[in-house]
């Protein structure tokens, strides 16, 4: 008798254990689809250059869904907390697209940087979410590493590779000069010279030949200066790859997206509202980058000839079909021992890079070769 009511109570329990979880997984279900649907609001600053994220989620697709994080790479909050002096305003070292960046060191005497996504946005998972598949599986002397994770309910932190001497945008833009940089000469920012911009770019170059040339080609989607970090020695390292798309070549030839990117790096294309990414949308901000770095001119703004506002390619066209491609470069670069036949060349590259079709754009191999057999 004892032996039945037993049986009873068990058979009840269970079906209250199994109702309950079953109402809670349903009310997870419904708040995560309430959170995808607000869109993220970014203000634009037409002077810093930030990426548009992509208006329409679902058509977003990481073609490759089977991602999943190495829990090697897992560090612990508290771990990343001390070493950011609990966030501290004055460790940050950058305000990259999706969120802080804070310069910490590891309890083992790493320096790393540490970057902390918005937790508000769905944009902020989408981004971690492409940065972990892509960058931890990633290993390229051109390609910021990335050290470690934590995640928690909306928080995300991520932790890369500390690279010393910041982003190529500041070295072209944000030049320090006077008392300031007497402060701190590790601060110091002087113009770069030719040949430095241009081994920066022939690092930029091979970077992105190794992403397209993976088995599951990756497109970056944001190349620009500010994604673009520069170590002791001028080496560049791709960072930033929030937006980054792999390509699964078994199915198509490219990623079907709503345009994403930063205004002044976006193909012809994706401006005329083409919604499909490939690797010939990178090499078209390439091209761009390899402008704006030989000129120190930002994409974004346009460029005074005589009377007219033009726009940096056609600048650029301008001066080359006039053979002054001399008056493209910046006016920050010393011009002796400046070879012109190295500038050029460079210029030469950089329009092709920069062809209103995709198929005018050369694939990236043949930009490295071209790059690195290029006069200096
Ligand atoms: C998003 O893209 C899908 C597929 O391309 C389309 O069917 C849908 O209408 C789009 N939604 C919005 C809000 O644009
Ligand atoms: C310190 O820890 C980080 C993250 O786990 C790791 O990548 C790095 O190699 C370690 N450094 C040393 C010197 O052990
Ligand atoms: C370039 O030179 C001009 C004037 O000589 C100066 O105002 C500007 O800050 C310099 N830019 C860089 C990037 O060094």
């Known amino acids: 008798m004892e032996k039945a009511l037993a049986a009873v109570l068990a058979a009840i329990g ?13 009310l997870l279900c419904q708040r995560r689809k309430t959170k995808t649907s607000t869109l993220p609001t970014r203000q634009n600053n037409p002077t810093r250059t930030r990426p548009v994220p992509d208006p329409n989620h679902s058509s977003v697709s990481i073609v490759d869904a089977s991602w999943s994080y190495d829990p090697n790479l897992k560090i612990s909050l508290a771990e990343l907390a001390r070493a950011t002096d609990n966030f501290s305003p004055h460790l940050i070292v950058g305000d990259g697209s999706f969120g802080l960046v804070y310069k910490a060191r590891l309890n083992n005497g790493t320096l790393v940087a540490v970057k902390k996504l918005s937790p508000d946005a769905f944009q902020g998972f989408r981004e971690f979410q492409a940065e972990m598949e892509t960058l931890s599986k990633l290993d390229h002397p051109n390609i910021v590493k990335i050290l470690g994770y934590w995640s928690s309910g909306p928080e995300r932190l991520l932790v890369y590779e500390f690279i010393e001497r910041g982003n190529l945008d500041q070295w072209l833009h944000e030049p320090t000069t006077g008392p300031e940089a007497q402060e701190s000469l590790s601060d110091l920012r002087l113009p770069l010279s030719w040949e430095t911009r241009v081994n920066i770019i022939r690092g930029v170059a091979h970077g992105l030949c190794y992403l397209h ?9 944001d190349i620009k200066a500010s994604n673009v970090l520069l170590d002791s020695e001028f080496k560049a390292h791709i960072a930033d790859f929030g937006l980054a798309r792999r390509i699964d070549t078994s199915k198509y030839s490219h990623v079907s997206t709503q345009f994403a990117g930063t205004m002044g790096y976006m193909p012809p294309e994706y401006v005329a509202g083409a919604n499909v990414a490939n690797q010939k949308v990178d090499v078209y901000s390439f091209g761009i980058l390899m402008l704006e770095t030989g000129s120190g001119r930002r994409p974004n703004l346009p460029v005074k000839m005589g009377e007219e506002d033009i726009g940096l390619v056609h600048w650029a066209r301008k001066m080359k079909e006039r053979s002054s491609e001399m008056d493209v470069v910046d006016v920050n670069i010393s011009k002796e021992g400046l070879r012109e036949e190295s500038v050029k060349e460079y210029v030469r590259i950089a329009c092709m890079c920069t062809g209103e079709l995709q198929k005018e ?7 490295v070769n071209l790059l690195d057999s290029m006069p200096l």
């Open 213 to 221: 040339g993976l088995e599951k080609p990756i497109i970056h989607r």
């Open 14 to 26: 269970t079906f209250i254990v199994v109702t309950l979880l079953f109402a809670i997984l349903i």
């Open 361 to 367: 754009r050369p694939e990236m191999p043949e930009v």
